[in-house]
Nanobody, 124 residues
Framework: QVHLAEFGGGLVQVGGSLRLSCAAS????????MGWFRQAPGKEREFVAC????????YYGDSVKDRFTISRDNAKSTVYLQMNSLKPEDTAVYYC?????????????????WGQGTQVTVSS
């Protein structure tokens, strides 16, 4: 069983920045692909970013490319999402997820474990 806990959400103004953290309980965290997803009110959950087990490969959704950066610290079993130049449309609950097969993937169905989510609200 893998437990994921997100931190760092909150209220920020347009153009501001936030850094989300996701701490994993698993000792085998270093073998997992990790992803961030988000769900806005009334919308389906969508892919934001993912990172390979080593951190050497990353991939981003088109709406966040060049504004968000995913990274990980395997020594701390933590994955991060640095969010810059935030827009009102970035308002959502953000979830981190773990793919225990270590695949770099944008597909939600490939992720075995999910955190509870953290709210990000961008005010205009």
């Amino acid at each position: 069983q893998v437990h994921l806990a997100e931190f760092g959400g909150g209220l920020v103004q347009v153009g501001g920045s936030l850094r989300l953290s996701c701490a994993a309980s698993a000792r085998t965290f270093t073998t997992y692909g990790m992803g961030w997803f988000r769900q806005a009110p009334g919308k389906e959950r969508e892919f934001v970013a993912c990172i390979s087990w080593s951190g050497g490969l990353t991939y981003y959704g088109d709406s966040v490319k060049d504004r968000f950066t995913i990274s990980r610290d395997n020594a701390k079993s933590t994955v991060y999402l640095q969010m810059n130049s935030l827009k009102p449309e970035d308002t959502a609950v953000y979830y981190c997820a773990a793919d225990t097969l270590g695949v770099l993937t944008t597909f939600q169905d490939n992720y075995n474990y999910w955190g509870q989510g953290t709210q990000v609200t961008v005010s205009s």
